[in-house]
């Protein structure tokens, strides 16, 4: 008799413990977080190693942290196209699980706005998760041997040769800006090197000017300020009004000071709300609402999070200014989009000679 209640005892208890595992089961599955033990795969527009590189790396260890789950970020490269090689492939081909994060460029926003023929996305139907690199001050700066030194000087010469990587690069359309709102007379683009052979080529008596960031004006290149071999003759502050830091370029005038029209200014609003979305995150339509809101709120904590502070200042020598996914929103709804200032603004990105400027 004791063996047959001990046997039924041990029975009991081996139901109860089975019928607590199959009511917790799902609740312990549930809590489970999505991307524990998963991949997600981190789309870069831009090369490995460049600044657009380096922004994105200093972010990657932090929103692993802040992801629940912590999963492994594999970064794969597809530059192109300004950007829109990877924003095509996001749009078009990535599955929208949740588990492909896109790291565009700026080139990605242009494209669209200005109806370039390789577009096969819609920028609203991109879902985004915030924005970094908004600070992106860039300077026009030349030779000081080579004359141009003063606006008189620089206005009345001709065929003055400005360094820039491929007709439509940012900095090749960035220096036509330049010279178009400083009035300069048929400047010769000489394309073809990539950003940092554009220095040596200076350096070289092979161009006069060039376009630079003024980040990299300091970090690659203090020597050209330190013993006065270049002058720069204007900025354009991206945010606009945040000065840089150093005293010698904070004083510079700024491009919207040479503005005699409200078509310059909206030109030049253009310009800097094309670069002022900085390089945007994205996940292609589709992806599922619960896995959209976690990576929402990661990365709103990781641009928080003083570790990525530190990290990407860092890296890239510049001030960390991330927007979240409704700043940038509301930053690409206030892009002018009337059809001449784009008009425009094509004319600058391309090989055509410089348009006309009129007086007023």
Known sequence: METKHRLKIIMFTVFLLLAQWIVLAPTALAQTPFYEGKNV????????????????????????????????????YMPGAGGRKAANHMYKSVRPDGLTIGAMITGMVQGTIFGETDVLYELDKFI???????????????????????????????????????VGHSLYTMARLFAYMLDMKEPRLVTGYTPREIDF????????????????????????????????????DIPKGFKHADGRLAKLPEIESFARSNQDRRLIQLFRGARDTGQPFVLPPGTPAAQVKILREAMRKAFADPEYVKAYEKLTSEPAM??????????????????????????LSSPAPLPARPSR
């Open 201 to 236: 080529a200076l350096e070289r008596n092979e161009i006069d000017a060039r376009v630079s960031i003024l980040d990299s004006l300091l970090t690659r290149n203090a020597h050209w300020l330190d013993k006065d071999l270049v002058h720069v003759h204007a900025t354009i």
């Open 322 to 347: 991330p927007i979240t996914w409704e700043e940038f929103e509301a930053q690409l709804r206030e892009l002018p989009r009337e059809a001449e200032i784009i008009d425009l603004f094509k004319k």
């Open 41 to 76: 795969l981190l789309l870069s527009g831009t090369d490995a190693g460049g600044a657009g590189d380096l922004r994105t790396r200093a972010v990657i260890p932090v929103l692993k942290k802040h992801i629940p789950g912590h999963p492994n970020i594999v970064v794969q």
């Open 128 to 166: 985004y998760l915030g924005s970094h690199a908004r600070y992106a001050p860039y300077g026009f700066l030349t030779r000081k041997a080579a004359g141009f030194n003063t606006r008189e000087t620089l206005t009345a010469a001709r065929g003055v040769r400005i360094g820039a990587p491929a």
